[in-house]
């Protein structure tokens, strides 16, 4: 929040510290500060297309509702067809495709998404076909990618977020923002609450007296700081989805969980399959309810895997297995069990990609990711209006760290280290920015030196 470009703040406050803060932070504060401005500096133009395909992402489900209505949608009816004939269609609508999957229509006027692996399709896409449930009719066939089902022009922006679609090489953009956004957002907090100023109100509003980089500065941090608790969310779920962190149990093809096996009298032939319908009413019996997705066996013997998709809160994720011969239950995962790390991590996923409170959860990444944007934008101002050339002071001096006690800098480093472990690509910058520091550090002392020989 608070730019280190901020220089002329020491004719403000100067290098020290006012009376009465901890010795420890006066001697910290000159590094958070040189840290804050070179990330800013440097990784702002990263956190910046962040922001920017974030904001078109939050808005991503409206335009994939208006582009595909056709698709999407269907005249409600007085009846509906059974859910086998609505695959049937599909297949005779597609015959060279395999059926992996389908998603029941959830409401009136939606449509049936029946899912099936083609040859020739990217990794990780299928393709869906829209069936109206009322009459059969096929609606339209688009690509759908990932387990979320993104259709082709939400599926593009995903990607411009992620990678700028550029594969794995544009995934190190979204590890370098989000690994250094909360860097950036908690340096921008203390330097701004630690900031000496007479009025306490100015620590939550704008000062619209001020004139210049100090007005500059003043809106910088009052709305980083409004900021500062969506910026770490964002930091930490943008995280977990770059670099795959997940502890989601899972359900085992054989069943697992609390599953109930049936006796292998009761067992028909592989080739078997009681049918669609009669696995749909199994799982209704075990109390799941749509949205759902039912998923084919993967090879002969499998069971069926019926599986809530309802990410929106109150949260539906409970999945059953089916025997694909007798239609029973074989195996049950409710979401009510999975350990509360996995709940958080699963919550939080959902709420980076704006999927848990609907269109309130995309209002509030939408605002986030402007307040990110207008942060950026006034960073750079600052440093614009007070840049070396116009004359604003003097950086504030490097080392001032060295005075620290080390039970503070040994949890501070060890802190460091475990960051830099779990997030290399920021580890491997922080220690680039160490060494350009102490080398710029270097390089002023002995011109220091020089002139004072000079003279």
Partial sequence: MTSTADRGSAAEQGPGTPTGRPAVWAALRPLVLRLHFYAGVLVAPFLLVAAGSGLL???????????????????????????????????????QGTITAVRPAAEPGHTTRVLMDRPGLPESTRLAVFVDPHTGRVRGRLESYGDVGALPVRAWISNLHRDLHLGEPGGIYSELAAGWLWVVALGGLALWVTRRRREKRRLLLPDRAARGARRTLSWHGSVGLWAVPGLLFLSVTGLSVTLGWTTAPSISPQGGGHATYTGAGEHRAATADVGVDRIARAAADKGLSGPLEIVWPGAPGDPYLVKEIDKTAPTRLDQVTVDAATGQVTGELRFADYPLAAKLLRWGVDGHMGLLFGPANQILLAALAIALITLIVLGYRMWWLRRPTRGFGEPYPRGGWRQVHWTVLAPLG??????????????????????????????????????????
């Fill in 57 to 95: 992402y939050a808005a991503s489900f409206q335009i994939e509702q208006v582009v595909y209505r056709h698709e999407l949608t269907a005249p409600a009816g007085p009846t509906t067809l059974p859910l086998s004939r609505q695959v049937e269609a599909a297949r005779a609508a597609q015959p």
């Fill in 414 to 455: 060890l802190l460091t280290v475990a960051a830099g472990i779990f997030v290399p690509l920021m580890g491997v910058s922080l220690v680039l920015f160490l060494v350009v520091d102490a080398l710029l550090g270097l390089r002023s002392r002995r011109a220091a030196r020089r002139a004072a020989g000079r003279s």
